[in-house]
T-cell receptor, first 115, second 116 residues
């Protein structure tokens, strides 16, 4: 019973490099989310998806792209990493947005440092 | 726009004493409210939620929260704190009818330390 799995757990990048963070869920959830967590700022939504093949912008989407080619996977891409993107990234999933479909289930995070 | 405030960055409580972690919210409609807990190097774990109905909500690990519409508050409580309750606690809100109805807005978090 894995739930939400994020890969990798840690990564160090140089400014300008690109990378992709992978999120996989085995709960057949329709909705998936990417958040970033920064000290003293809580979690902020980057992008989300309400189903396979769909994506939408959240609160802080600039500098990131996402794809949801398969229902169980949600990828977060950094095309040209910047030091401001140093953060802990969390993926989450949920059945939907109605009351019976909550809460969101979270992965354990990817700790990303941009030098 | 929806928002959440957790007025205390840190709460210290002695083991065995009752604990309260405060949360106030702002939404234009009727809110969905949540509490999550985060242990070091882990993701957020769901504790409890208020959608509708009874204002007192019971959740995991003996936690409960009281929804107060007039005060726009959703404080987290536990009658007797354990050292293992020490963690970072997040309050979150959704306005299910608003333009950002897919979005869960989180507070900045409150670090709870239970002192043996």
């Amino acid at each position: 019973n894995a739930g939400v799995t994020q890969t990798p757990k840690f990564r160090v990048l140089k400014t300008g490099q690109s990378m992709t963070l992978l999120c996989a869920q085995d709960m057949n959830h329709e909705y998936m989310y990417w958040y970033r967590q920064d000290p003293g700022m809580g979690l902020r939504l980057i992008h989300y998806s309400v189903g396979e093949g769909t994506t939408a912008k959240g609160e802080v989407p600039d500098g990131y792209n996402v794809s949801r080619l398969k229902k169980q996977n949600f990828l977060l891409g950094l095309e040209s990493a910047a030091p401001s993107q140093t953060s802990v990234y969390f993926c989450a999933s949920s059945w939907g947005r109605g009351p019976s479909s909550q809460p969101q289930h979270f992965g354990d995070g990817t700790r990303l440092s941009i030098l | 726009a929806q928002s959440v405030a957790q007025p205390e960055d840190q709460v210290n409580v002695a083991e065995g004493n009752p604990l309260t972690v405060k949360c106030t919210y702002s939404v234009s409609g009727n809110p969905y409210l949540f509490w999550y807990v985060q242990y070091p190097n882990r993701g957020l774990q769901f504790l409890l939620k208020y959608i509708t109905g009874d204002n007192l909500v019971k959740g995991s690990y003996g936690f409960e929260a009281e929804f107060n519409k007039s005060q726009t508050s959703f404080h987290l409580k536990k009658p007797s704190a354990l050292v293992s309750d020490s963690a970072l606690y997040f309050c979150a809100v959704r306005d299910p009818t608003g333009a950002g109805s897919y979005q869960l807005t989180f507070g900045k978090g409150t670090k709870l330390s239970v002192i043996p």
